[in-house]
């Protein structure tokens, strides 16, 4: 490994850039010491990596889990640890997502890194610092007061306001995979989950969710 370029991104001795997959460097304010995280960890490092498909992305970056050598350490484990990283939208392995899940737990119950502050997790009761975030991964907490459908898409409604306040969308070819991992739109009602995902302005704010694994069920109402 010759060089950390940012916070999800190195590149290799051979000329590989590589992009840690699996997690989201979400806070752009905390990316210097999400970027030095990452160094301590693989600077000068040799590492293994093991991704879904060798075939770069559009950027020229080769998507994949890195582990650290000799030690067999798993960086995005330990980055998510450090409250240095959160879990992107997109683990499909089921496993996968509950490792990293509960390294991210952990790292919140302990207030390390970005967790110090208790406002990266957005409430859903002020819409306006959602909407400031277009663009952006967020994780967002709040009450699911109704759920509707309109067309092709299933809403999880936060607030009473439907083209202001934050919403949830899932889009219909996204039901059955959901439906299959035990998440059932209609049983979200009146429940207080944690969402993650990329802000999206339609209207209100909303964040589009495609996997189970992007909402979390909390305690309480």
């Known amino acids: 490994m010759t060089a950390v370029i940012d916070a999800?991104?190195?590149?290799?001795?051979?000329?590989?850039?590589?992009?840690?997959?699996?997690?989201?460097?979400?806070?752009?304010?905390?990316?210097?010491?999400?970027?030095?995280?990452?160094?301590?960890?693989?600077?000068g490092r040799d590492v293994r990596l093991d991704g879904e498909d060798d075939t770069p992305d559009r950027y020229g970056r080769q998507a994949a889990f890195v582990w650290r050598l000799p030690d067999e350490t798993l960086v995005q484990q330990e980055l998510l640890a450090k409250g240095e990283a959160v879990v992107s939208a997109d683990v499909s392995d089921k496993d996968c997502a509950v490792t990293l899940l509960a390294a991210e737990a952990a790292g919140r119950d302990a207030k390390r890194g970005i967790?110090?502050?208790?406002?990266?997790?957005?409430?859903?009761?002020?819409?306006?610092?959602?909407?400031?975030?277009?663009?952006?991964?967020?994780?967002?907490?709040?009450?699911?007061?109704?759920?509707?459908?309109?067309?092709?898409?299933?809403?999880?409604?936060?607030?009473?306001?439907?083209t202001r306040d934050f919403a949830v969308t899932m889009p219909r070819r996204a039901l059955a995979n959901l439906a299959a991992a035990g998440l059932v739109p209609k049983s979200l009602e009146n429940k207080r989950i944690r969402v993650r995902g990329f802000v999206e302005g339609r209207t209100g704010p909303r964040i589009e969710v495609l996997r189970a694994g992007q909402i979390e069920l909390l305690g309480g109402n």
């Not at 997690?23 to 960890?41: C, D, H, V």
């Not at 959602?130 to 607030?159: C, D, P, W």
């Open 8 to 43: 999800r991104n190195f590149r290799l001795e051979d000329g590989r850039d590589v992009r840690l997959a699996g997690i989201e460097a979400a806070f752009p304010e905390k990316a210097s010491g999400q970027t030095q995280a990452l160094a301590a960890l693989v600077a």
């Open 115 to 162: 967790w110090a502050d208790p406002a990266v997790i957005k409430n859903t009761e002020s819409s306006g610092d959602i909407l400031a975030g277009i663009g952006r991964f967020m994780l967002v907490e709040g009450k699911v007061l109704s759920v509707h459908q309109a067309g092709a898409t299933t809403y999880l409604n936060f607030g009473r306001n439907w």
